[in-house]
């Protein structure tokens, strides 16, 4: 499938996961083979779309070496029709740029560009840092949308203007300005993505291609099913999937860090063998475990925990 300007429409696939990072108990080093395990598993439960060194897989923690080091297992532990995308942004344009062509040789399917942070610089800096990073390797980009994180927002000249570049392709959504990306959608041949997981199925029904998510490595095979039955214009099914979503999200989303309720969770559920986290994130305390895994046991269609 493709769209009007003949780029394809899910150019990253549909049911993306941003996934965690597991290390080693004292959080010295990345783990490795857990990465690997963990990529297994979310490619088996509904994930066609991988996302490494992301928000959720404490990117601001890693090293350049453990940035792709992490790549290279994650790319080696899942087969070609799973798509794996890596975090290559930072602040500083010159970093971004020398990041991008260290992952280049590692067989991704594309590259993750958020807006340079803590910085907030103009619209024309954005425009210039996000452009020389893509014009660095022959990737494919993902824009990351995320203000709230970022301090500054994408403006709808700047998502014009960048959706004339050849290989920037979409954009994860945490704006959650549906109304600015229907006229983007409209008007270009940019591909969105939802990140925001409580807002998955309103993207779904205006035209999003899918989801990077961070509860897909808990409910994947949920999110799967709610696509699918978008897909196929079965708005009853999709919200029933929703709906059994929903305490999910609330549960890993709305009350720790998503990084750290979602390693938890996996931890909880036997995917992963513990969840240390780096600073700052410190790890759930036994009150956030419990209420975690009350709720995972709970939802329906989720795998329990042990």
């Given at each position: 499938m493709t769209s009007p300007d003949s780029r394809p429409l899910r150019p990253f696939g549909t049911v993306g996961t941003a996934v965690v990072t597991p290390f080693t108990e004292d959080a010295h080093e990345i783990d490795l083979d857990a990465a690997q395990a963990l990529a297994a598993h979310v490619s088996e439960h509904g994930n066609d779309l991988i996302v490494v060194s992301g928000t959720t897989g404490e990117a601001p923690t890693l090293t350049d070496v453990e940035k792709i080091e992490l790549a290279r297992a994650v790319r080696a532990a899942v087969g070609p029709e799973i798509k794996v995308v890596a975090g290559v942004g930072t602040y500083d344009t010159a970093h971004s740029i020398d990041l991008a062509r260290?992952?280049?040789?590692?067989?991704?399917?594309?590259?993750?560009?958020?807006?340079?942070?803590?910085?907030?610089?103009?619209?024309?800096?954005?425009?210039?840092?996000?452009?020389?990073?893509?014009?660095?390797?022959?990737?494919?980009?993902?824009?990351?949308?995320?203000?709230?994180?970022?301090?500054?927002?994408?403006?709808?000249?700047?998502?014009?203007?960048?959706?004339?570049?050849?290989?920037?392709?979409?954009?994860?959504?945490?704006?959650?300005?549906l109304l600015q990306a229907t006229r983007v959608m409209a008007e270009t041949g940019l591909a969105y993505y939802s990140g925001e997981d409580g807002l998955n199925l309103p993207w779904?029904?205006?035209?999003?291609?899918?989801?990077?998510?961070?509860?897909?490595?808990?409910?994947?095979?949920?999110?799967?099913?709610?696509?699918?039955?978008?897909?196929?214009?079965?708005?009853?099914?999709?919200?029933?999937?929703?709906?059994?979503?929903?305490?999910?999200?609330?549960?890993?989303?709305?009350?720790?860090?998503?990084?750290?309720?979602?390693?938890?969770?996996?931890?909880?559920?036997?995917?992963?063998?513990?969840?240390?986290?780096?600073?700052?994130?410190?790890?759930?305390?036994?009150?956030?475990?419990?209420?975690?895994?009350?709720?995972?046991?709970?939802?329906?269609?989720?795998?329990?925990?042990?």
């Open positions: 260290a992952h280049a040789e590692l067989g991704l399917d594309g590259l993750l560009v958020v807006t340079p942070y803590y910085s907030k610089p103009s619209q024309a800096g954005i425009i210039a840092h996000t452009t020389a990073v893509a014009d660095a390797t022959d990737l494919p980009v993902m824009l990351y949308d995320i203000p709230g994180r970022t301090g500054a927002a994408l403006a709808y000249e700047t998502l014009l203007r960048l959706g004339e570049h050849d290989r920037i392709l979409a954009i994860k959504d945490a704006k959650a300005d779904l029904t205006i035209g999003a291609a899918g989801m990077v998510s961070v509860v897909g490595q808990v409910a994947g095979d949920l999110e799967k099913q709610m696509v699918e039955a978008v897909d196929r214009s079965d708005l009853v099914a999709a919200r029933d999937a929703h709906n059994r979503l929903a305490p999910v999200v609330e549960a890993i989303m709305n009350h720790i860090p998503g990084a750290v309720a979602a390693k938890a969770a996996l931890a909880l559920q036997g995917v992963l063998p513990h969840a240390a986290m780096r600073g700052p994130h410190v790890p759930a305390d036994a009150d956030q475990l419990r209420a975690l895994a009350a709720a995972l046991d709970a939802a329906d269609g989720v795998p329990p925990t042990r």
